[in-house]
């Protein structure tokens, strides 16, 4: 049995492994590819380009944050509303990985910043708003930039962990506890696991 759970285990470490090569490889592809684009002053398909390498992405790697640093240089090079839709691109790269966490939050909030202030610029422009209205205006789209949309992490996690629980409480229950005859011990472990890992997954579905 000990030799089954080591083949399983080693066979899950070398498909992970295998993964992150790939993904590795798709990046370095990429990355090579928006290099040369911007090396002949393509910014549009070099921005693509970088952005494809944050979306094959791998906790930690230098070439996404190599990326992130060309495709702010690129953004910033850029006027009006193209720098806008060029920072809004980027930042949605970057949620486009989210997973359990947020990668990148120190850089996710300058660039919410630089959003910020440039949207609110730009419409002040359009609808010549005067100066003394520009906090209240910045106010407005800080609000729509920063609003969250997602769910909490920690309760997302606990509602997935609580799932699994509840789930093991009823098997342990099943297959352990009602038997001939009943397990008594096994049983109340079993309930008191269940009640208690599905009163968390409610309330982690309600919380996230």
Not at 78 to 98: E, G, H, P, T, W
Not at 118 to 147: G, V
Request: net charge positive; aromatic share 16%.
């Amino acid at each position: 049995m000990k030799r089954v759970i080591r083949y399983i285990i080693l066979s899950i470490v070398v498909f992970l492994l295998f993964i992150i090569f790939k993904l590795y490889l798709i990046e370095r592809d990429f990355f090579e590819k928006a290099s040369e684009y911007e090396k002949n002053k393509h910014s549009v398909e070099a921005f693509l380009m970088y952005e494809r390498v944050i979306l094959a992405y791998i906790p930690g790697s230098p070439l996404i944050s190599e990326s992130l640093d060309r495709m702010e240089k690129i953004c910033g090079d850029l006027k009006d509303y193209d720098r806008i839709n060029c920072f809004d691109s980027m930042r949605s790269a970057i949620y486009q990985v989210r997973f359990f966490y947020l990668p990148y939050k120190d850089r996710l909030s300058r660039i919410d910043e630089e959003i910020i202030r440039l949207k609110t610029n730009q419409y002040m422009k359009e609808n010549s708003i005067p100066a003394q209205n520009y906090n209240e205006t910045e106010k407005i789209f800080r609000n729509i930039t920063t609003y969250n949309p997602y769910p909490s992490d920690l309760w997302s996690f606990l509602a997935v962990v609580s799932l699994f629980g509840w789930f093991a409480s009823v098997t342990l229950i099943v297959l352990k506890g009602l038997t001939e005859p009943v397990n008594k011990r096994v049983l109340v472990i079993g309930v008191m696991g269940f009640l208690i890992f599905f009163g968390i997954w409610i309330l982690g579905l309600y919380m996230a």
